[in-house]
């Protein structure tokens, strides 16, 4: 039996690297693994420092941000539960990484880490294996942006906040509507697609009208039509 309590009580470990662990990889990661909670707004990593921690998302929403020369803050990636935060063998870090949302990490001292990864061939493997997949989710999504109408960029990205809803929030009943809380602001979302923040409202406006989405308030989103949602975004 595994011997662990970080473990034991993982609202993320079905989906994380862990998952796919045996025990006794995973009662290495527990020794030295440790539950952190930021708040929103919070930094968890500078960009330019140095890389001293790797982590799994247990909750909530990170964003990473990139400066650009005039100054500007871009963000070039969101960060969802049972993601890995930081990068194994990496000096220094490239991003600054900051809360979107309140939420909880496991945070694992980054030499400690790789030292683990050493002793756990498999595991090492298994990690090299999910980052090739999340580089090709982000060509994917490159792709796809720069491809497409605004009306399926909105689409798309509500999608994909839709699929990944279930570990960050999600409301609703199986098969019917799903509701969640969007972490970012207009104009992020504006950023992230390359969109001015008007054409985001009134893309927003028309699914809204089209009764594809509800807005309840605040933040909150709804999908209350998926089916259309993903015609809209393969096909605006």
């Not at 500078?46 to 400066?67: E, F, T």
């Not at 982000?138 to 009306?151: I, P």
Request: charged share 20%.
């Amino acid at each position: 039996m595994l011997s662990t309590t970080i473990c034991a009580d993982c609202a993320v470990r079905d989906e994380a690297l862990c998952s796919s662990l045996t025990n006794n990889e995973l009662a290495a990661l527990n020794t030295i693994g440790r539950k952190h909670s930021v708040k929103r707004g919070e930094t968890v990593i500078w960009a330019g420092d140095d890389s001293i921690i790797c982590a799994n998302l247990l909750s909530g929403v990170l964003k990473l941000v990139a400066s650009t020369q005039d100054g500007r803050e871009q963000i070039v990636g969101l960060l969802y539960a049972a993601d890995l935060v930081g990068q194994p063998y990496a000096g220094r870090a490239d991003f600054t990484i900051t809360a979107l949302t309140d939420s909880e990490l496991c945070i694992f001292p980054r030499a400690a880490f790789e030292r683990v990864l050493t002793d756990h061939v498999r595991m090492e493997r298994l990690l090299l294996q999910r980052t090739l997949a999340a580089l090709n989710v982000a060509r994917a999504r490159m792709l796809t942006l720069a491809r497409t109408s605004a009306a399926e960029k909105v689409a798309g990205f509500l999608m994909d906040m839709a699929s990944r809803a279930a570990l960050t929030g999600c409301r609703g009943t199986a098969g019917g509507p799903v509701t969640f809380d969007l972490p970012l602001s207009r104009g992020q979302i504006a950023d992230i697609l390359g969109l001015t923040i008007e054409t985001v409202s009134r893309q927003m406006t028309n699914l809204k009208s089209a009764g594809i989405i509800r807005l309840p308030g605040g933040r909150a989103i709804t999908i209350a039509d998926p089916g259309a949602l993903e015609t809209r975004a393969v096909a605006a």
